[in-house]
């Protein structure tokens, strides 16, 4: 672990208290180890060049280590072809890409998408909107109090003409790892195409693509170690192949016509402008940290931590957790009692400890729990049990801070 945690230079900046940070808001964003951030480095200081249209040296070295990232990104979600992997922002972008490429010339008025209580924003907000403009209809398979997907809510959302089946990986707020191949089976015998948003998948379990068996699976680089604004959409070819592009302009093209233009190959097609290349190399480099670990490892510990840090928090007088699961992503979400999530937060923070408070992106959901902002710790691999301590130590000491009299 004392190895582990060296790989990543934040984790040993003081804080302005000047104690130890501890970093347990890994849902909102991971850290990154020495390796992405060099890898980012070495990128501007010896390779930096526009890619796919340059003859010289450095454009084609950019060129390469660009596309050789792609490959890497599509062997870590068991991708057969490094064509169906387009690099995006980050999650919210891959989604939109398919919501706006995929959806929105295919929705009928009747039709329906289906999507989970348990969704981010992201995963939820594009799918409304095309449903709204399409006269199509959103349908919300609920969840059970444990946590977890009702499957019988999910199989009647099912029973319709369902055109789309759109649902989380990994759960932002509750951990819930979703049984995501069987799902996606059952929404593909009703006729669904179906997308998978894996902002908290990829970072925290395995993840197969074929294995699940999905048309899109969305995710983001920066949760997982790399660069902000990198992130990945993998589709399916044909189904890649069979859509118009997102965005337009140079790089995406084959042919400019004075009255229209022709598209060029996917992934080409859907990678419009100048790409995020430094980001899509420092995520090549994050995966490669991740396979060295392992990701069932990763995950092991990750969901052992979660859970202790589920059962840690519920000895605390006064404190709610959600979610009784038995594996999580890393997410943990509480409320206390007397305590607003933000003022937990606040407080924590001056003791060095980062957790997220608010409603995480997650209002459908929050409603069904019942609260309108929840306090979250989310784990990565370098976090410790140690630092669960010092976090339900914390926790005590604002009890007795906000509490007193
Ligand atoms: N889906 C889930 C489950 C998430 O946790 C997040 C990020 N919090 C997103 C989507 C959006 O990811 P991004 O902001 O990287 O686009």
Redesign the pocket.
Known sequence: MEEIRQDFPILHEPTPGGGRLVYLDN??TSQKPRSVIDALQDYYETTNANVHRGVHVLAEKATQAYEDARIKVAEFIGAPDPRSVIFT???????NLVAWSWARPRLRPGDRIVVTRM??H??FVPWQAMARAAGAELVIADIRDDGTLDPDAFQRALDGPVKLVAL?H???VLGTVNPVADLVARAREAGAVTVV?G??GTPHVPVDVEAIGCDFY?L?G??MLGPTGS?ALYGRLERLEAMEPFLYGGEMISKVHDDHSTWAEIPHKFEAGTPHIAGAIGLGEAVDYLRRLGPDRVHRWESDLATYTAARLREVPGVRVFGDLPERGGAVSFVTEGIHPHDLAQYLDQLGIAIRAGH??AQPLLRRLGVTAVSRASVAFYNTAEEIGLLVDGLHRARSFFLRG
């Open positions: 849902a909102a922002r980050g999650t919210t972008e891959a989604i969704e981010h992201s995963n989380a990994v759960s932002n948003d902002a908290q969305a983001s920066h949760k992130g995480l992106c």
